[in-house]
């Protein structure tokens, strides 16, 4: 990706040394599904799916069996005796049975949409500690890089200020800038120490992958509207919707009998076998019912319309910084070239020109590179950034 962003000497030296400090025979791939399983076990997550519990519904039948055992013997003489054994079966209507399908089909999908989102968390996680620690090493060889350069040049400096040609100005110049690289190169030791250690609580490891930049993707708009969190929201109003249905008393279970009765009377015994079917007949969805789903419909619907939103300006966000990044990337680029010319026509001049400017170009080019390596390594992590927003995982 930042092939395309020509490099001048300095900053392929940085470049090299940053690929050779992060080059190891392990994928991102894999440091990622490490983590994940890792994270599993923090986290708990149940590896049971809802599945399980939603086939326990699945069945025809909606409770136990009963046994009715009933004797009507009669109080007067030559009158009959009644005796009748059944047993009951509650079981689920056919429009029962259908909701059952859709609880099953609301249960995968929240499942899945479930691990999506577990993923996409382990993704960021990885994510922010794989920058955090790659761009705190790009400092710190950034400045390593321009240690290098100024004890090369310290010693010239030291020899032009004993001989006069070096004013007192620009020499105590000097001597700010060392003391300044001092603390600033201190500072980046100390980021990288604590990015590092952050990557090992993280991953588990110090390894760092062989492959760390991404591509941006492509159809960002598409991968958002599919975004896991959108995904559970819009699950969440179709459960809320199908328990308003199931409250429908219509809903509840038949009850299906098997008798046998016996009448015994004076003129002999008469044996009778028969079935029952008790259905439930509806009498409309409670009010009550009905004030509580639209209460809860309406918080869902805010609920997702507010989280879309605030997906979709962090999308903007992300994609702006890329493209800021892309073109800072081309303009640092032509201010280091512009930068060599500007120090050799000085070089040039030396004699001409207060050593003052000639120090200070010396100076502001050094720090335009650092500023060029720097934003190449923050512009692959502006990538990594937006295809984390729209919901890609790793």
């Given at each position: 990706?930042l092939?395309?962003?020509?490099s001048?000497?300095f900053?392929a030296c940085?470049l090299?040394?940053?690929?050779?400090?992060?080059?190891?025979?392990?994928?991102?791939?894999v440091l990622y599904d490490?983590?994940?399983q890792?994270?599993?076990?923090v986290?708990?997550?149940?590896?049971?799916?809802?599945?399980?519990?939603?086939?326990?519904?699945?069945h025809?039948?909606?409770?136990?069996a009963?046994?009715q055992?009933?004797?009507?013997?009669s109080?007067e003489q030559?009158?009959?005796?009644?005796f009748e054994?059944?047993?009951f079966l509650?079981?689920?209507?056919?429009?029962?049975?259908e909701?059952?399908?859709q609880q099953?089909?609301?249960?995968e999908?929240?499942?899945?949409?479930r691990?999506?989102?577990f993923?996409?968390?382990?993704s960021?996680?990885?994510r922010e500690?794989?920058?955090?620690?790659?761009?705190?090493r790009a400092?710190v060889?950034?400045?390593?890089a321009?240690q290098v350069?100024?004890e090369?040049?310290d010693?010239?400096?030291?020899?032009?200020?004993?001989?006069?040609?070096l004013?007192q100005?620009?020499f105590l110049r000097?001597?700010?800038?060392?003391?300044t690289?001092q603390?600033?190169?201190?500072?980046?030791?100390i980021s990288?120490?604590r990015?590092q250690?952050?990557y090992?609580?993280v991953?588990?490891?110090?390894?760092l992958?062989?492959q760390?930049t991404?591509?941006?993707?492509?159809r960002?708009?598409?991968?958002?509207?599919?975004?896991p969190?959108?995904?559970?929201?819009?699950i969440s109003q179709?459960q809320?919707d199908?328990?308003?249905?199931?409250?429908?008393q219509?809903?509840?279970?038949w009850t299906l009998?098997?008798?046998?009765r016996?009448?015994?009377g004076?003129?002999?015994?008469e044996n009778l076998?028969?079935?029952?079917?008790?259905i439930?007949?509806?009498?409309?969805?409670?009010?009550?019912?009905?004030?509580s789903?639209?209460?809860?419909?309406n918080?869902?619907?805010h609920?997702l319309?507010?989280?879309y939103?605030?997906?979709?300006?962090?999308?903007?966000e992300?994609?702006?910084?890329?493209?800021?990044?892309?073109?800072?990337?081309?303009?640092?680029?032509?201010q280091?070239?512009l930068?060599?010319?500007?120090?050799?026509?000085?070089q040039k001049?030396?004699?001409a020109?207060?050593?003052?400017?000639w120090?200070?170009?010396l100076?502001?080019?050094?720090d335009l590179?650092?500023?060029?390596?720097?934003?190449?390594v923050r512009?692959?992590?502006a990538?990594s950034?937006?295809?984390?927003?729209a919901?890609v995982t790793?």
């Amino acid at each position: 990706m930042l092939s395309r962003f020509p490099s001048v000497l300095f900053s392929a030296c940085l470049l090299l040394l940053f690929l050779t400090g992060v080059s190891q025979a392990t994928s991102l791939s894999v440091l990622y599904d490490n983590t994940t399983q890792r994270l599993k076990r923090v986290y708990d997550v149940n590896p049971e799916k809802l599945q399980n519990n939603a086939d326990a519904i699945n069945h025809w039948l909606q409770g136990p069996a009963s046994l009715q055992l009933i004797a009507l013997p009669s109080q007067e003489q030559g009158g009959t005796d009644e005796f009748e054994v059944g047993v009951f079966l509650p079981f689920r209507s056919l429009a029962a049975r259908e909701l059952d399908n859709q609880q099953l089909a609301l249960t995968e999908a929240f499942d899945i949409a479930r691990d999506k989102r577990f993923s996409l968390m382990t993704s960021g996680l990885v994510r922010e500690a794989l920058w955090r620690r790659l761009v705190a090493r790009a400092q710190v060889d950034g400045l390593q890089a321009k240690q290098v350069w100024i004890e090369s040049l310290d010693t010239l400096i030291l020899q032009l200020q004993k001989t006069g040609e070096l004013d007192q100005a620009a020499f105590l110049r000097w001597q700010q800038e060392k003391l300044t690289q001092q603390l600033a190169l201190r500072k980046a030791h100390i980021s990288l120490e604590r990015a590092q250690l952050h990557y090992r609580r993280v991953m588990g490891t110090d390894e760092l992958p062989e492959q760390t930049t991404e591509a941006l993707s492509d159809r960002l708009d598409e991968k958002l509207q599919a975004h896991p969190e959108l995904k559970l929201l819009l699950i969440s109003q179709s459960q809320l919707d199908l328990n308003l249905t199931q409250s429908d008393q219509s809903l509840s279970p038949w009850t299906l009998g098997l008798i046998a009765r016996q009448l015994r009377g004076p003129t002999g015994s008469e044996n009778l076998v028969g079935v029952s079917i008790n259905i439930p007949l509806s009498d409309g969805t409670p009010v009550s019912n009905y004030a509580s789903w639209k209460e809860a419909h309406n918080t869902l619907n805010h609920a997702l319309a507010e989280t879309y939103t605030t997906l979709q300006l962090q999308l903007s966000e992300a994609l702006q910084e890329v493209d800021y990044l892309s073109e800072a990337l081309l303009v640092l680029e032509q201010q280091v070239n512009l930068g060599e010319e500007i120090t050799a026509l000085y070089q040039k001049q030396k004699d001409a020109l207060p050593k003052t400017f000639w120090l200070e170009q010396l100076i502001a080019q050094q720090d335009l590179k650092l500023d060029f390596a720097m934003y190449k390594v923050r512009y692959a992590e502006a990538i990594s950034k937006v295809n984390q927003v729209a919901g890609v995982t790793l």
